[in-house]
C-alpha cells in the first residue's frame, strides 16, 4: 500500500477535518477532531484494511501520519 491510499483511509475517519490537512507530515493528533473515538476507529481501519494489528500504545508513540504509516508497513500480516 502507498503512502497515498493510506493517508485517504485515514482521513475516511475524521467526518469535520479537511481532506487538504492530511499529509505525510501531518501531526493527526493536533487535528481539532482527534479524540479517543477516531483513535479507536484508526485502530480498527488498520485493522480490517491494512492487515496490521497495531496496539494502542505503539500508535501513542506515533506523531506524524507518515510514522503511523510506517508503523503499519512493520506490522502488516500476510
Known amino acids: 500500500m502507498e ?12 467526518d469535520e477535518t479537511e481532506p ?7 501531526e493527526f493528533r493536533q487535528l481539532e477532531e482527534w479524540s ?6 484508526v485502530l480498527n481501519m488498520l ?3 491494512c492487515n496490521a494489528r497495531i496496539k494502542s500504545e505503539e500508535m501513542r508513540e506515533t506523531q506524524t501520519i ?6 503499519m508497513i512493520s506490522k502488516q500480516t500476510a
Open 3 to 14: 503512502i497515498e491510499q493510506f493517508i485517504q483511509l485515514f482521513a475516511d475517519q475524521f
Open 20 to 26: 487538504e490537512l492530511f499529509k505525510p507530515s501531518t
Open 36 to 41: 479517543s473515538l477516531v483513535a479507536m476507529a
Open 47 to 49: 485493522e480490517k484494511k
Open 66 to 71: 507518515q510514522a503511523l504509516y510506517d508503523l
